[in-house]
């Protein structure tokens, strides 16, 4: 072999040594199916086999992939939801099975961030930098293993520490129309209370609003211990559903290392809707207004995650905001939700049309573990004030048209002194917080008034007294 020849044969030596390990090792299948048809959101593939929750890829007109969750199937077909923008998907389109499910980043790197349903940061302030993630599913608690409600959580509002008083592990349903101030409410709450850790799910809301409760409502003060989840009205239904579960998985997160979360969520009503869109693109039958049976299952499993954690470990107390559509308490979600909650806060908009914040019926809500996290003393003055309350509303239209006479009825009298102590008392700057020790303080207080007198607050700077007001003219 002469001299020019030799480094050709070491070139083809060195390929065919290079094929011959091509040949040994076996070469990955690609599997992918192709799209049949597309109806609203749900798309229809064949040729592919994935499990329900799984992540697939879809390759759209511009060489890019769009991301979709398995949401269901039937004999060799398979139904798609995507969870971002379907431009670019055409009849034909490769979609390719990733074997991977959704899940959620969780750390402390999360506190002050805002993030999207998928994990990804929506504030500008760069990568995440978690360095753990957690199914979407979240873990089973055996209801035996929990530890039980046996303490209070301050939460800065005076009318619920006082008279619905919420205990560490907790769930509450915040019930109201639009505009009757629940998002103004849940701000109070996040900046109040006394949770190690506050992480607020906003789900289905309008995109302006996400915004603006970070920046006026929230507040530096609520954002630095707080972690938001955002996913809008315009985010798909698979974005919403995976939003929610995000909230509650980092909020698992932070139980499981023995810290008392709030978990805010507003709102499970757009959870609700957005698994209904689901459902019935999948062809899902409608059974309660519309709402498929699936509905009423997803509510239960999302809110039991939320709770007290094992004995000694931590806890999430929860408030899920509920929209009652018309202001119709027998809504199907309202009604659903009310079984299932440990209680429920209702905000009534004649209050809020009134000028009465924060705008609750103390009528209409309960809490189902205050009897047990307060004492006797505690308890008993909040049903006195329900009563003397209670008494005034049901005798209102006869006070305000002047058709009573004082003297026929002591506790309507009664009612009549105390009515605009009782209203003084249910009433809150949303700037004025008001620890667990006031409350109970102001709660004890009222109490001790007598006909004609009025409370002064403890945060006045002053011990309880009576300011003697005119039983007629109501002038002091």
């Not at 055996?142 to 008083?165: F, Q």
């Not at 810290?259 to 009503?269: A, E, F, P, Q, R």
């Not at 007598?450 to 003697?468: F, H, I, W, Y």
Request: with cysteine; aromatic share 4%; net charge negative.
């Amino acid at each position: 072999m002469t001299a020019p020849e030799r480094p050709r044969a070491a070139r083809w030596a060195n390929f065919l040594a290079q094929g011959r390990e091509r040949i040994a090792e076996p070469v990955p299948l690609a599997v992918e199916g192709r799209i049949t048809r597309m109806i609203g959101l749900t798309i229809e593939a064949e040729g592919i086999q994935a499990n329900i929750g799984s992540r697939c890829l879809i390759e759209n007109s511009n060489g890019g992939t769009i991301e979709a969750e398995v949401v269901g199937f039937a004999a060799e077909h398979l139904y798609l939801m995507p969870t971002g923008d379907i431009r670019g998907i055409g009849p034909d389109s490769r979609v390719m099975p990733t074997a991977r499910v959704y899940d959620a980043p969780v750390g402390k790197e999360l506190l002050g961030r805002v993030i999207d349903g998928a994990g990804k940061p929506l504030d500008g302030k760069g990568p995440l930098r978690t360095r753990k993630r957690m199914p979407l599913t979240g873990h089973y608690i055996n209801p035996m293993a929990r530890k039980p409600i046996d303490e209070p959580l301050d939460v800065g509002v005076r009318t619920i520490n006082a008279m619905l008083t919420v205990g560490r592990g907790q769930r509450m349903g915040l019930f109201a129309g639009t505009g009757v101030g629940k998002s103004v409410l849940l701000g109070m709450m996040t900046r109040f209370t006394t949770a190690d850790v506050i992480v607020v799910g906003l789900i289905g809301e309008r995109g302006r609003e996400v915004k603006e409760f970070i920046d006026h409502i929230l507040g530096e003060e609520g954002m630095a211990r707080a972690v938001v989840v955002a996913s809008p009205a315009d985010n798909s239904p698979v974005m919403r559903l995976h939003g929610a579960a995000m909230a509650t998985t980092i909020a698992e997160h932070f139980r499981d290392e023995g810290l008392n979360v709030l978990l805010l969520m507003d709102s499970l009503t757009r959870y609700a809707q957005a698994q209904r869109e689901l459902a019935l693109a999948i062809g899902e039958p409608p059974a309660t207004k519309g709402y498929p049976a699936s509905v009423f299952a997803r509510i239960p499993q999302l809110v039991e995650r939320a709770g007290n954690g094992d004995v000694g470990g931590g806890s999430i107390t929860a408030f899920y905001t509920v929209l009652t559509e018309g202001d119709d308490p027998q809504d199907p979600i309202a009604d659903a939700a009310r079984g299932i909650l440990d209680g429920h806060v209702v905000l009534a908009r004649r209050l809020g049309d009134m000028g009465h914040f924060p705008a609750i019926d103390i009528e209409a809500s309960i809490s189902r573990a205050m009897n047990q996290i307060t004492e006797s003393g505690h308890h008993e003055a909040a049903r006195w004030v329900k009563r003397v309350y209670s008494t005034y509303e049901k005798n209102r239209d006869l006070i305000s048209v002047g058709a009573y006479a004082r003297g026929s009825d002591p506790r309507i009298d009664e009612s009549i002194s105390l009515h605009p102590s009782i209203l003084e008392f249910l009433q809150q700057d949303m700037h004025t917080p008001f620890d667990f020790a006031d409350s109970l303080h102001d709660l004890l207080a009222l109490q001790q008034t007598t006909r004609g007198g009025e409370m002064v607050s403890r945060k006045a700077g002053a011990e309880p007294r009576l300011v003697q007001r005119d039983s007629v003219s109501g002038q002091r």
